[in-house]
Structures are given as structure tokens and as C-alpha cells.
């Protein structure tokens, strides 16, 4: 049996275990300690971890939370499973935990989320839990560093 919670505090063991989580999701990624804690500490962001029965993390999902003049939007970000644990619908677990979640804590908002159209799985999970494309153009720009 999994467990999933929010994560505030982050242990040594939790911030290593994120961190590969990280890597299997994007192993380009540049995820450091200090930006894993700032996630978890945020008052607009809401860090979330499964665990399996020995309180490994096993899989992560984060909600980022925006309000704007046309409303509340939620950004579902960097939802993983461990690569050994996959095909056990945990990923579905997760995403229901975050819906739920939004619901109980955070409406009226609107959820959204981007998955690359080679997620095959992961995309036709995001149907089925109710999410409906959107005809949009996303865009990025890195500033900083």
C-alpha cells in the first residue's frame, strides 16, 4: 500500500530520493537541494510525495498555484513514478490525490497541465481523468543565468 502526502519539510533521504525521481523525468533537468526546498516551503506551490510501505519516495507530483485577474489557475508539474514501480496505476493514484486535493482546498481554480505528445501513457491517463486538450501555443523564454 502507497501513501501520499505533502511535503513541507524535506529529509536528506526525501531530497535524494526527489532528485532521482527528477532524473527519470528529465534527466537534462538541473535540479538542486535548495530548489527542491524552496518548492516544498512556497506558500504557491504545493510538493507532493508517494511512498511505498518502507517510506521510499516512489513518486512526486507538485500543483503551482496562480491567481490572476481571470481567475485561479493550478499548473500539475512534474508528476513521476519510479521507473520499477510503473504500470501499477500509481501515476493515476497520484493525479486523483491532486484533483481531489484542488477540490477540497483551492476552488474555484482551473487545473491545467503539459505533457509531451510522446507520453503516450501519461497523455491518455490525462483524458481519462477528465482533462480536455487545449487548441493553445505554449512558449518558453529561459531568463536569468
Not at 486535493?101 to 501513457?121: I, Q
Request: charged share 25%; with cysteine.
Amino acid at each position: 500500500m502507497v501513501k501520499i502526502e505533502e511535503i513541507v519539510e524535506l529529509s536528506d533521504s526525501q531530497v535524494d530520493e526527489l532528485l532521482v525521481l527528477m532524473n527519470e523525468l528529465s534527466p537534462r533537468t538541473h535540479m538542486d537541494v535548495s530548489q527542491l526546498r524552496r518548492v516544498a516551503q512556497s506558500s504557491s506551490s504545493h510538493l507532493f510525495a508517494m511512498m511505498n510501505t518502507e517510506g521510499h519516495v516512489i513518486g512526486t507530483a507538485s500543483l503551482c498555484v496562480c491567481d490572476s485577474p481571470t481567475g485561479r489557475k493550478i499548473h500539475v508539474e512534474d508528476v513521476v513514478v519510479l521507473s520499477s514501480y510503473r504500470g501499477q496505476g500509481l501515476g493515476r493514484s497520484l493525479m486523483e490525490h491532486l484533483i481531489n486535493f484542488v477540490r477540497r482546498e483551492l476552488t474555484p481554480s482551473d487545473l491545467y497541465l503539459t505533457s509531451k505528445p510522446s507520453r503516450v501513457a501519461a497523455n491518455e491517463l490525462y483524458k481519462a481523468l477528465g482533462f480536455q486538450q487545449k487548441e493553445t501555443n505554449v512558449y518558453k523564454m529561459h531568463v536569468g543565468e
